[in-house]
C-alpha cells in the first residue's frame, strides 16, 4: 500500500501569511494526488486534483504542485476561514489519504 | 446541482450489523462511481470501497473486504452500505462520495457523513 505523510501535523500562522502543506507518497505517484481541506463538524471539500488543478469554485490563493513523491498545497494569503484540517490524498494505486495537517490562526 | 443525502446517525450494539443509506439528486446516477469513507474520531480518512449503480460492480479496501456490503436502488437513486459484526473499532463517521469523473478516485461531491456508534 502507498503510504501518505503530511507535514507538519499542526500549523499557526496569521492572517495574510503565505502557507505551505507539505505531502509525502511512500513511492511514485506521478500527479495522482487531491487536497481536501475539512472544517470543523464538515464534511472534506475538495480544492485540488491532478496535483495542482484548482477545482471550480475554489479561491485563487490556494495551489498546488508536486509530482513523483513531493507535493505541496499553498495558500498565498491565509484568510480567517481557511482554518481547517487538510488532508491530501494518492489515487495512483487505489485510495489513501494522509493523516493531516490542521491549520490554525496565530 | 448535486447532492448526497444520507441517513441519520446509529446506536447499535456490539456483534450486530448497521445499514446506511446515501440517496443522490442532481445527476445522472448511473454513470459516476459512488464511494465510501471512513473518519475514526479526530483522525483520517480511509477509503472502504467504491460501487458503480449502472453494473452494481464493486471495488473495496482489503481491509473492509467482508466488513463492507454496498448496494444500490437504481429506482430510487440510493446507494447503501451495510457493516456487520460490529465493534468499537468501527465506531466513527461514514461518508458516501460521488467521484468527479466518470473513472477516478478523486471525491467531487460528498455527503454529510453518517454517526455510527457502536457500544453495548
Known amino acids: 500500500d502507498i503510504q501518505m505523510t503530511q507535514s507538519p501535523s499542526l500549523l499557526s500562522a496569521s492572517v495574510g501569511d503565505r502557507v505551505t502543506l507539505n505531502c509525502k507518497a511512500s513511492q511514485n505517484i506521478y500527479k495522482n494526488l487531491a487536497w481536501y481541506q475539512q472544517k470543523l463538524g464538515e464534511a472534506p471539500k475538495l480544492l485540488i486534483y491532478n496535483a495542482n488543478s484548482l477545482q471550480t469554485g475554489i479561491p485563487s490563493r490556494f495551489s498546488g504542485s508536486g509530482s513523483g513523491t513531493d507535493f505541496t498545497l499553498t495558500i498565498s494569503s491565509l484568510q480567517p476561514e481557511d482554518v481547517a484540517t487538510y488532508f491530501c490524498q494518492q489515487y495512483y494505486s487505489g485510495s489513501t489519504f494522509g493523516a493531516g495537517t490542521k491549520l490554525e490562526l496565530k | 446541482q448535486v447532492k448526497l443525502l444520507q441517513s441519520g446517525a446509529a446506536l447499535v450494539k456490539p456483534g450486530a450489523s448497521v445499514k446506511m443509506s446515501c440517496k443522490a439528486s442532481?445527476?445522472?446516477?448511473?454513470?459516476?462511481?459512488v464511494s465510501w469513507v471512513k473518519q475514526s474520531h479526530g483522525k483520517s480518512l480511509e477509503w472502504i470501497g467504491e460501487i458503480y449503480p449502472n453494473s452494481g460492480a464493486t471495488n473495496f479496501n482489503e481491509k473492509f473486504k467482508g466488513k463492507a456490503t454496498l448496494t444500490v436502488d437504481k429506482s430510487t437513486s440510493t446507494a447503501y452500505m451495510e457493516l456487520s459484526r460490529l465493534t468499537s473499532e468501527d465506531s466513527a463517521i461514514y461518508y458516501c462520495t460521488r467521484v468527479r469523473g466518470r473513472s477516478s478516485y478523486i471525491y467531487h461531491y460528498w455527503g454529510q457523513g453518517v454517526m455510527v456508534t457502536v457500544s453495548s
Open positions: 442532481g445527476y445522472t446516477f448511473t454513470d459516476y462511481w
